[in-house]
């Protein structure tokens, strides 16, 4: 018999571990698949360019930017913890 699948955590459940920090995002691997937006909408938007972007307005990393960055095809999605110094990930605006 198979292993059921855990649940999907509610959109704005914190990840487990030391993941409550930021979010950042090589924008030389991005390739504008829009999965992170569709997964983690309040952290991630897609910018005029069609790549990826940090929302402005995002809350720390939660369970579904974690689900995001592992979705990522092309692994461009780093979630990095509190005490790392941040990148200059650029962001949406969100405004």
């Given at each position: 018999m198979p292993t059921p699948m855990p649940p999907v955590p509610p959109p704005n459940t914190p990840a487990p571990g030391p993941t409550h920090g930021h979010i950042e995002?090589?924008?030389d691997l991005c390739i504008a698949s829009g999965i992170c937006a569709?997964?983690?909408p309040?952290?991630?938007a897609q910018g005029?360019?069609?790549?990826?972007r940090v929302r402005s307005d995002?809350?720390?990393p939660t369970a579904r930017a974690e689900d995001a960055a592992a979705l990522c095809p092309v692994e461009a999605i780093t979630l990095a913890?509190?005490?790392t110094p941040r990148a200059d990930t650029p962001?949406?605006?969100t405004s």
């Open positions: 995002i090589d924008l569709a997964t983690a309040t952290h991630f005029a360019d069609g790549r990826a995002a809350p720390p913890r509190a005490d962001r949406a605006d």
